[in-house]
């Protein structure tokens, strides 16, 4: 980190090819989409080259960047927000989408399980999501997913446990005979 501060070439780009698998996967947690978590994974890492001068080594690296990946999400979010009220087409906003409730019993396949799990995990509201990928996906302590919310451990524990519910239920909704085995 100070090399990479201080101008060190290689030392950047080391820090670059190091926070790349995380800043990723974060951005596809506050976007939903490949496509759109690829274009804030390249504003984020171009922000965090240029803004690493701003870490002021008080808190963990990794919280610092979830910051500004945070940040730069909301700004892609305002922006888009802004360019779809300026569009007039009403076909501009049309989508076409698969069966986003698929039956694990017809063809069972991971695909389609996945994509399953996936609609429902988009569903949540984005705090839920935040804290259920932090806590469970990436294993990351109630403590330490507050630290980088900026939010109290209570609360990430709060909002882990109406992730779960709300998962659970969207699971049972659609698929009713899972609950066999759940009880």
């Known amino acids: 980190m100070r090399a990479a501060r201080s101008g060190d070439r290689a030392a950047l780009q080391e820090l670059v090819s190091r926070a790349y698998p995380m800043v990723r996967r974060w951005c596809l947690v506050r976007t939903g989409d490949p496509s759109d978590a690829d274009d804030l994974t390249q504003d984020v890492l171009v922000q965090m080259m240029h803004r690493l001068d701003t870490y002021q080594g008080g808190a963990r690296f990794t919280t610092w960047l979830y910051t500004v990946v945070r940040n730069a999400a909301i700004d892609r979010l305002r922006r888009d927000r802004r360019r779809e009220r300026l569009r007039t087409d009403p076909l501009a906003t049309e989508r076409t989408a698969a069966d986003p409730h698929p039956r694990p019993d017809q063809g069972a396949d991971r695909t389609l399980l996945a994509r399953m799990l996936r609609t429902f995990f988009e569903e949540l509201p984005a705090r839920q999501r935040e804290v259920f990928d932090l806590?469970?996906?990436?294993?990351?302590?109630?403590?330490?997913?507050?630290?980088?919310?900026?939010?109290?451990?209570?609360?990430?524990?709060?909002?882990?446990?109406?992730?779960?519910?709300?998962?659970?239920?969207?699971?049972?909704?659609?698929?009713?005979?899972?609950?066999?085995?759940?009880?």
Do not use: D, M, Y
């Open 135 to 183: 806590t469970e996906l990436q294993g990351l302590s109630a403590s330490e997913v507050a630290e980088i919310l900026g939010i109290e451990p209570v609360s990430v524990r709060a909002h882990l446990f109406k992730a779960r519910r709300a998962l659970r239920a969207r699971i049972l909704e659609c698929h009713p005979e899972v609950a066999e085995e759940w009880t």
